[in-house]
């Protein structure tokens, strides 16, 4: 009798430590994120993940108390993750429909982008607004990535329909200064910033009016099931804005 009840003690207490243990574990185990090279916003730089966002995401998920990583990657590579659920989330992501059949986005954006068109100066090509005016010139951009409505349905139906891919924005640029494309669609900053790091900027034009401000956000795997992760990002977010922080940090970063 005493020795069944040793067991049941043994056994109980090995229940209690698996409910208490394994929680605690789960919750240190760290987020795994992803993202692109995308300076000024997020991109490594000599081994180091760096930039505004960078910033912003970090700091939420510090005051969740919550570990991340964070993997530089192709976009459609990271795309790939999130669909799969390799990865936790994936930022800095514009929304569309396919997107949100495996992603959960955040409701507060995380940071609102400016998409412009780009040519070299001596590019005889005017905007007036309306893409359906540059049907006939060579565009460039990235792979996978989504520019807002305005210019993936243009490219969707074919008003632009001379459209070359390019992994990441430093190539797209470095195609455009060679004369392999005509326009570069970008945001805008990540734009000026890698013509700030060739020290080109004397060479390029930004083309007037913009083209859209799109915001973007964070979004997580569906497959991992973080809605609850999701939800606290959010809270954090939004009460970052309304303190004065996350306006704080972006002043911080682009001084």
Not at 27 to 44: H, R
Not at 65 to 91: H, M, Q, T
Request: proline share 4%; aromatic share 10%.
């Amino acid at each position: 009798m005493e020795i069944g009840m040793i067991k049941l003690t043994l056994k109980n207490a090995l229940c209690l430590f698996i409910l208490l243990f394994l929680p605690l574990k789960l919750m240190s185990q760290p987020l795994q994120l992803v993202t692109l090279q995308y300076p000024p916003y997020e991109y490594q730089e000599n081994g180091e993940i760096k930039g505004v966002v960078i910033d912003l995401v970090t700091e939420i998920f510090n005051r969740m108390n919550k570990p991340i990583e964070i993997s530089v990657l192709p976009w459609a590579r990271a795309l790939d993750y999130i669909e799969k659920g390799s990865a936790d989330a994936i930022f800095t992501a514009y929304k569309t429909p396919e997107r949100e059949t495996f992603a959960d986005y955040s409701t507060e954006v995380l940071m609102p982008q400016v998409v412009s068109l780009f040519t070299n100066k001596d590019a005889n090509i005017s905007f007036d607004g309306h893409l359906k005016q540059l049907k006939d010139v060579n565009f460039g951009v990235v792979n996978k990535v989504s520019y807002g409505k305005k210019v993936d349905l243009a490219i969707q139906r074919k008003v632009l329909s001379k459209v070359q891919k390019a992994n990441s924005g430093e190539l797209n640029m470095k195609k455009l200064l060679a004369g392999r494309i005509d326009v570069l669609v970008s945001n805008k900053y990540g734009a000026w910033d890698i013509l700030k790091k060739l020290n080109k900027q004397e060479l390029v034009t930004e083309l007037s009016p913009e083209v859209q401000n799109v915001p973007s956000y964070m979004a997580f795997s569906k497959k991992r099931n973080l809605t609850h992760i999701r939800d606290k990002f959010d809270f954090i977010l939004k009460e970052m804005k309304l303190d004065g922080s996350y306006n704080k940090i972006i002043k911080a970063y682009f001084k």
